[in-house]
């Protein structure tokens, strides 16, 4: 039987067990570097230092997680900070602009295989889209969860979401169910 | 109505786009790399020893100088040494039994967490 993430957390808590630690990085690690890797536009090596990171960064950090949201959300959170801090750095924040988006979306161009064209499609989404996106329909947050991910009103993940679907399905309208 | 059947077509393809990474020594590195806290496993030691030393001393010195020990000891006394090799019998058996639960418990854990990524 696995054992929750409140019980791996309570050991690393008391015992400063690194084998429950080694199991919570188990647990999420697939999720962890899966978004980190769709929000550094399948960068592998990059999101890969930057999930290491991130786990480094919940360890230290641990005693702060009070248990009020689920552990996932308080993870994505810091995946998030950290992926937003060195996207900072490298001023990669300010997304695709619209000009491309819209020269991008030609259906002419959407030739290619469904899995390419949806990659491709995610990845011209302003970052605030494509996260909330990645959040809510990839890796199934509610909207609130994402809210509390992302550090951002409700309302405006809502919007996000509405838009990136948008956006979605119009570049692979040809993909879609009739 | 077709709008929520391209909103579940388009999540249903989002979600198949997350397929698991496989860890391939992902968590090891990681672990690698976490500080080392040995001093607050012994700190916590040494304040229970401290605890139960200091604990110990105030309930002899409440008690009368330790006079509940002598009349304990003046009570088994009086004890047939049937009772007595029971007694301790039955002392021996429950430590061992606990002992054995807790040895018991520790090793389910362990295994829980999969032997293969022991550092």
Redesign the interface.
């Known amino acids: 039987m696995p054992v929750t993430d409140a019980a791996l957390v309570a050991r690393v808590l008391v015992d400063d067990d690194h084998h429950a630690f080694a199991e919570l990085v188990r647990q999420h690690q697939s999720t962890v570097r899966g978004l980190l890797r769709q929000l550094t536009r399948n960068d592998l090596a990059l999101a890969d230092d930057l999930a290491q990171e991130t786990f480094l960064r919940v360890y230290k950090n641990l005693r702060s997680f009070r248990g009020e949201a689920k552990f996932s959300t308080w993870l994505y959170r810091i995946a998030y900070n950290v992926f937003r801090e060195d996207a900072r750095r490298r001023k990669e924040l300010v997304g695709i602009d619209e000009s491309k988006w819209q020269e991008e979306q030609d259906p002419k161009t959407v030739d290619l295989a469904l899995r390419h064209d949806l990659m491709r499609a995610l990845n011209l989404l302003p970052l605030h889209e494509r996260s909330a996106i990645l959040l809510c329909c990839q890796n199934g947050l509610s909207h609130e969860e994402a809210a509390r991910v992302l550090e951002i009103p409700l309302g405006t993940v809502k919007t996000n979401v509405l838009r990136g679907r948008e956006k979605l399905k119009r570049t692979l309208a040809a993909w879609g169910p009739n | 109505m077709d709008k929520e059947?391209?909103?579940d077509?388009?999540?249903a393809?989002?979600?198949a786009?997350?397929?698991?990474?496989?860890?391939a020594g992902?968590?090891?590195?990681?672990?690698a790399?976490?500080p080392v806290?040995r001093s607050?496993?012994s700190l916590r030691a040494v304040i229970l020893l401290a605890a139960t030393v200091v604990a110990s001393a105030i309930a002899y010195v409440v008690s009368g100088d330790g006079r509940f020990i002598v009349e304990a000891f003046a009570h088994l006394t009086q004890w047939s040494l049937l009772m007595l090799v029971l007694l301790a019998i039955g002392c021996g058996f429950l430590l061992t039994a606990l002992g054995s639960i807790a040895a018991i418990a520790k090793m389910r854990?362990?295994q829980?967490?999969?032997a293969s990524?022991?550092?």
């Open positions: 059947i391209q909103e077509w388009l999540d393809r989002l979600r786009e997350a397929p698991y990474i496989d860890d992902f968590s090891s590195r990681v672990v790399q976490l806290h607050r496993n854990e362990q829980s967490l999969g990524d022991r550092l």
